[in-house]
């Protein structure tokens, strides 16, 4: 049963909306580019174990898609894929790298003609996991359950090259059709009850509680002013920042389209960027309104929560509430 689905993680979404709006040649624009090809083939490694999951038998298995849980106050650990049993528990660890692959204790080692490149051991990595989560079990129900990981290479480009000084490598990484006979041949070991059914609800909702999504200060992240972000509202056709506000509506500059909500599209990328919060002056700058009645008219239309009174008041953005509009 499926008990948490994956969603496209909001550091796609702030790379996307940084992209979007920074000047054409803007000197970091490469590396923003890269981090976000990254993301995106992590991402996608990790949807390709979702379709071979499905196809493991065992009814009674909840099925967990990206989790990312607390290990202290501080820190976290992620799990690409979580398979939890009243008996047992398996992770799966996607990776999503071409080319050959040679794994030794302290790294992977990715070679492409002939640039190699250099990963953490993902073993190890999993092997983390496996840790942090059993001790998380135990924390909450006392309870020891046997358990395993592997790692999976989604990419249909990547050929692992065998290690015979480390056995690891041939039991536990795979390609994805392996991971219905390995994940059950793993089940099948192991038939006893250890939590009851009960409790392990109960622990699921508590693994979903738990669940906290990274969510990086981008702009921070690649040292990036808030005055080098562009603003504006991008005319979907045009794809440039060329809608006004003008006798009430929003119309484009170029093609002449009237498009009453993508302001919104422009607020979810302030949201994004700058944070969760916005006044009156800073939406009238970003949505490069005429007056601040027109942008304060706009704030209450949303309906949007905020703090203080007029000149200092705050209104406060989510990403979902703003959807709700679009
Ligand atoms: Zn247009």
């Known amino acids: 049963m499926l008990k948490k689905e994956r969603k496209i993680p909001i550091k796609i979404l702030k790379l996307e909306a940084l992209l979007?709006?920074?000047?054409?040649?803007?000197?970091?624009?490469?590396?923003?580019?890269?981090?976000l090809a990254r993301s995106y083939s992590g991402y996608r490694g990790e949807q390709a174990l979702d379709y071979y999951v499905a196809q493991i038998p065992g009814k009674d298995h909840l099925i967990f898609q990206d989790l990312r849980l607390p290990f202290s106050k501080d820190y976290f650990f992620q799990i690409d894929l979580l398979l939890l049993t009243q008996r047992h528990?398996?992770?799966l660890e996607a990776k999503n790298i071409a080319g050959t692959i040679f794994i030794d204790q302290n790294?992977?080692?990715r070679t492409i003609d002939d640039a190699k490149a250099s990963y953490p051991n993902?073993?190890?990595?999993a092997e983390n996991q496996q840790y942090h989560f059993g001790n998380l079990i135990q924390n909450h129900t006392n309870l020891i359950l046997p358990n395993t990981s592997f790692v999976?290479?989604?990419?249909?480009?990547?050929i692992i090259k065998p290690n015979p000084d480390y056995r690891a490598v041939a039991q536990k990484v795979i390609g994805p059709p392996v991971i219905r006979?390995?994940?059950?041949?793993?089940?099948?070991?192991?038939?006893k009850d250890i939590i009851e059914k009960k409790e392990l609800q109960k622990l699921s909702r508590q693994l979903i509680k738990m669940h906290t999504p990274s969510d990086?200060?981008?702009?921070?992240?690649?040292?990036?002013?808030?005055?080098?972000?562009?603003?504006?509202?991008?005319?979907?056709?045009?794809e440039q920042r060329t809608i006004i506000r003008l006798q009430r509506r929003w119309r484009c500059t170029q093609c002449g389209k009237v498009d009453d909500i993508r302001f919104i599209h422009a607020l979810v990328d302030y949201c994004l960027l700058m944070g969760p919060s916005i006044t009156n002056q800073q939406c009238r700058s970003f949505l490069q309104l005429t007056s601040s009645s027109i942008s304060s008219k706009l704030l209450r239309s949303l309906h949007l929560p905020y703090t203080g009174e007029y000149k200092n008041r705050a209104y406060?953005?989510?990403?979902?509430?703003?959807?709700k509009w679009l």
């Open 20 to 35: 979007r709006r920074l000047p054409a040649n803007h000197v970091r624009r490469k590396y923003i580019e890269e981090e």
């Open 107 to 109: 790294q992977l080692v």
């Open 316 to 323: 406060h953005l989510s990403i979902k509430e703003l959807q």
């Open 89 to 91: 528990f398996l992770i």
């Open 122 to 125: 993902p073993i190890h990595q």
């Open 181 to 191: 006979p390995r994940v059950s041949r793993f089940y099948s070991e192991y038939q």
């Open 216 to 238: 990086p200060h981008i702009i921070e992240q690649f040292q990036i002013e808030k005055n080098e972000i562009l603003p504006g509202v991008f005319c979907e056709e045009c």
């Open 152 to 158: 999976v290479m989604t990419n249909s480009n990547s």
